[in-house]
């Protein structure tokens, strides 16, 4: 079976610093996606980056980026200059391409709060 | 295009009512799926259409739950008899079809069964 695990339940940072999320896998599919969403207190789900398995850089958008580590089926966010709206649940998603349903199995997510 | 949008946002519900969910996707996107989540958990997948096929269902549908998508637009969740494990978020998302680029989510519609 497919499993998404986020180890962290709660982290903390302050305002400006960084901070990494943990997310790992495990699959035996060589060909899929993974996401990181972001889920502020009673907002939906946003889309935070998304990398494809077969691309080995590593994907960024503006301060976040990811470490992907396929090997290891490691795939941590890293959040730059952290900022006060950057406080919300973060969800870890694996999607596997093989059956084109594009379904997405979550972690149990990562509570962030941005310090001022 | 305001994005996905969810009605009720909110439900109250007795114990052994129907109850019915309502998604209605970005309009060029041919794909919408249906996912639960429940406190302190990430979502779980429910179901799956393109256009106005279902093409997958998880298992964690019972026969309670049904779910259409007529003429491939908008799309209901009706759960029959509700059991207070309904309890839960039910969360809709589209996306094209095509490259996994993501989902766009909705807001959800909170169930509570009393």
């Known amino acids: 079976a497919q499993t998404v695990t986020q180890s962290q339940p709660e982290m903390s940072v302050q305002e400006a610093e960084t901070v990494t999320l943990s997310c790992t896998y495990d699959?035996?599919?060589?060909?899929?996606?993974l996401f990181w969403y972001k889920q502020p207190p009673s907002r939906q789900m946003i889309l935070v980056i998304r990398?494809?398995?077969?691309?080995?850089q590593n994907a960024t958008e503006n301060r976040f980026s990811v470490n992907f580590q396929k090997a290891a089926k490691s795939f941590s966010l890293k959040i730059s200059d952290s900022q006060l709206g950057d406080t919300a649940m973060y969800f870890c998603?694996?999607?596997?391409?093989?059956?084109?349903?594009?379904?997405?199995?979550f972690g149990t997510g990562t509570r962030l709060k941005v310090l001022a | 295009d305001t994005g996905v949008s969810q009605d009720p946002r909110h439900k109250i519900t007795k114990r052994g009512q129907n109850v019915t969910f309502r998604c209605d996707p970005i309009?060029?996107?041919?794909?919408l799926y249906w996912y639960r989540q429940t406190l302190g958990q990430g979502p779980e997948f429910l179901t799956y259409?393109?256009?106005?096929?279902?093409?997958?269902k998880s298992r964690l549908l019972s026969d309670r739950f049904s779910a259409e998508r007529p003429k491939g637009s908008f799309s209901t969740l009706e759960i029959q008899r509700t059991e207070q494990g309904d309890s839960a978020m039910y969360l809709c998302?589209?996306?094209?079809?095509?490259?996994?680029?993501?989902?766009?989510f909705g807001s959800g519609t909170r169930l509570t069964v009393v």
């Open positions: 998603a694996f999607s596997p391409k093989a059956s084109g349903t594009y379904k997405y199995i």
């Open positions: 699959t035996s599919e060589s060909n899929y996606y």
């Open positions: 998302a589209s996306s094209l079809a095509g490259a996994n680029y993501g989902y766009t």
């Open positions: 990398q494809e398995a077969y691309k080995q």
């Open positions: 309009s060029e996107h041919n794909r």
């Open positions: 259409f393109q256009n106005e096929a279902q093409l997958e």
